[in-house]
T-cell receptor
């Protein structure tokens, strides 16, 4: 069964304290792995798509990496405005258009 | 601002009632997906519509149904509401089923009493 597990569930950082969020996945055939940011009361906001092991993408203080079993979202020198829930999702090679999401990691960055 | 809008923002219904949620896709987007997000959980795929046809469906019973219209607006209908249907319902639109250009709306918060 296709599955996505994120850890930790919650993470508290001081401003400037770098860290990583983990996304472990099991999927029959990976078409793409997606990272989203979700603020309270809002819909998920697209961050990155990764397609193959070894691929990396960066955006401001965020960097996403992908291996055959997991993905990491590295946050360098975070700021309070980076506080949000970060969601990881995978798409398999089927024609359903389905994304399978993890439960998310809630990040709080304190000034 | 993604250009995807949903209505209503909040809704309260009682068990057994029926509800219709609406989504207006970003201009030119011919694909819409619906997700259910329970509190503290990640979104769960309900179904996807592509050019007004259902393209795929998740593990949701038939009382969850949808429609997509030629103007790229869409509806999610839920019959015989149950308490567990209380959740945030999200729609997401994209062009030609390309999920890396998929934009989510703000969601409709449904509470079933």
């Amino acid at each position: 069964e296709d599955q996505v597990t994120q850890s930790p569930e919650a993470l508290r950082l001081q401003e400037g304290e770098s860290s990583s969020l983990n996304c472990s996945y099991t999927v029959s055939g990976l078409r793409g792995l997606f990272w989203y940011r979700q603020d309270p009361g809002k819909g998920p906001e697209f961050l990155f798509t990764l397609y193959s092991a070894g691929e990396e993408k960066e955006k401001e203080r965020l960097k996403a990496t992908l291996t055959k079993k997991e993905s990491f979202l590295h946050i360098t020198a975070p700021k309070p405005e980076d506080s949000a829930t970060y969601l990881c999702a995978v798409q398999a090679y089927d024609n359903t258009g389905k994304l399978i999401f993890g439960q998310g990691t809630t990040l709080q960055v304190k000034p | 601002e993604t250009g995807v809008t949903q209505s209503p923002t909040h809704l309260i219904k009682t068990r057994g009632q029926q509800v219709t949620l609406r989504c207006s896709s970003q201009s030119g987007h011919n694909t819409v997906s619906w997700y259910q997000q329970a509190l503290g959980q990640g979104p769960q795929f309900i179904f996807q519509y592509y050019r007004e046809e259902e393209n795929g469906r998740g593990n949701f019973p038939p009382r969850f149904s949808g429609l997509q219209f030629p103007n790229y607006s869409s509806e999610l209908n839920v019959n015989a509401l149950e308490l567990d249907d209380s959740a945030l319902y999200l729609c997401a639109s994209s062009y030609d089923r390309a999920l890396d250009t998929q934009y989510f709306g703000p969601g409709t918060r449904l509470t079933v009493l």
